[in-house]
């Protein structure tokens, strides 16, 4: 990577992925399970993967959904699980806090920062830097190093994720976060290994709050507005009651919009996972990691049957 303002900086990348996506039917039943891994470090990750075990899994988790009662539509308090579950987050709020939806004026974060944008007990990360995960890379594509940027801290806005144009237009400072799919995009400011901190609670905590919800174990697809409003399918989830699961549901979808959603994530417990995915935007489909932990929502729209 070459500019005029003197940079040159050179890099390496080795990207691998693998994705399982398993129909189940069973006359008028139907159900749909997918997962997706992913390492740019290790170069026997594909050579040394368990795709027995990943099989498995993914196999045991459709049989459970595809004889599954349908969820009933309501408002529901909701724990969603870690790893995956980042995915909402991602979409829903880590796009809003990018510059390019500053330059178009379609976040509404575009003046609040340092100010309360989330519950107090949330904290989140954007960084290059996590070993072994999927959007981790020793530079953006303008050849700045990769580092750590806090996005959110305690519920209040720190940062926006900015490239050099970004900068150059926002006034936000750069962040390591120019990507582009390759050489045909110019580069913009993109999410790289986006997370919601781990918190303080365990997960008995979290289940013994709810005394009837929705666990979302496995989230699906999604759409997301130019502002937030979002909807996402659950590919696998169960019913929550004083505190326990008691049976499978399908068919639930969770509705709702950033600025609500992010002062209703009340509690994070402390077990931390990551999970690869690509993300498509104005410059290209890029590489990323999405997680948390598993956290609690107090209240959510879940359309269903």
């Not at 639930?252 to 931390?272: H, R, V, W, Y």
């Amino acid at each position: 990577m070459a500019a005029s303002d003197g940079t040159f900086a050179r890099d390496i990348r080795l990207t691998q992925s693998v994705g399982y996506n398993l129909l189940c039917a069973d006359g008028q039943h139907r159900s749909s399970i997918s997962q997706r891994l992913g390492d740019t470090s290790n170069p026997s990750f594909l050579r040394n993967w368990d795709y027995t075990s990943t099989a498995q899994t993914v196999a045991e988790s459709a049989g459970k959904m595809l004889y599954a009662d349908y969820v009933e539509s309501g408002t529901y308090p909701v724990i969603m699980a870690n790893e995956f579950g980042g995915v909402i987050f991602h979409e829903a709020c880590g796009h809003l806090l990018e510059t390019t939806q500053i330059e178009r004026g379609t976040t509404p974060f575009i003046d609040k920062k340092g100010e309360k944008i989330a519950h107090e007990n949330l904290t989140a990360w954007d960084e290059g830097l996590s070993p072994d995960a999927f959007g981790t890379i020793d530079m953006d594509d303008e050849g700045m190093p990769a580092q750590r940027t806090l996005l959110i801290e305690q519920g209040v806005l720190r940062n926006f994720l900015s490239d050099r144009a970004g900068s150059l237009r926002t006034g936000h400072p750069r962040t390591g976060s120019g990507r582009r799919q390759g050489y045909t995009y110019a580069a913009a400011s993109r999410m790289r290994n986006t997370y919601i901190a781990p918190g303080d609670y365990s997960l008995n905590d979290l289940f013994a709050s709810v005394d009837k919800g929705i666990y979302c174990k496995k989230m699906g697809g999604g759409s997301v507005g130019a502002t937030g409003q979002f909807n996402f399918a659950v590919d696998e989830a169960y019913l929550i009651e004083n505190g326990q699961i008691t049976q499978p549901l399908k068919g639930a979808t969770l509705i709702g919009e950033a600025t609500e959603i992010m002062d209703k994530i009340s509690m994070c417990s402390n077990d931390l996972g990551l999970a690869a995915g690509f993300c498509g935007s104005i410059s290209g489909s890029v590489y990323v990691t999405v997680g948390q932990p598993h956290l609690k929502v107090d209240s959510i729209t879940v359309g269903g049957r």
